[in-house]
């Protein structure tokens, strides 16, 4: 019944900017952690950023830090990743995803801690 559904994706030279979505149906969306991963081809599944129920904690991977930023807006269950100064190695697969359990104290970069995933949106970054 839960659903996530990314938007946003595209074609963008390097340097550019791109803003994804992700709406989230089937439960309440300001009582869970939202985090975004992506996956290159034949690559594994990466952690891209993570932002907790009540946005106090944030965390990005080190490849995006400074370029990437998430945010959530509760009253209308979305949550966002904006990405700026991209890379040809951002390309890849974006995906959102919400973890199993609502109210967390802590967050976390493993995938295994998300019950719910997206289809993916994806980006590509041009030299």
């Known amino acids: 019944q839960v659903q996530l559904v990314e938007s946003g994706g595209g074609l963008v030279q390097a340097g550019g900017s791109l803003r994804l979505s992700c709406v989230v149906s089937?439960?309440?969306?300001?009582?869970?952690?939202m985090g975004w991963f992506r996956q290159a081809p034949g690559k594994e599944r990466e952690f891209v950023a993570v932002i907790s129920w009540n946005r106090i904690s944030i965390y990005y991977a080190d490849s995006v830090k400074g370029r990437f930023t998430i945010s959530r807006d509760n009253a209308k269950n979305t949550v966002f990743l904006q990405m700026n100064s991209l890379k040809p190695e951002d390309t890849a697969l974006y995906y959102c995803a919400t973890t199993r359990t609502m109210y967390s104290s802590t967050i976390s970069t493993s995938t295994s801690t998300y019950a719910y995933w997206g289809q993916g949106t994806q980006v590509t970054v041009s030299s």
């Open positions: 089937g439960r309440t969306f300001s009582e869970y952690t």
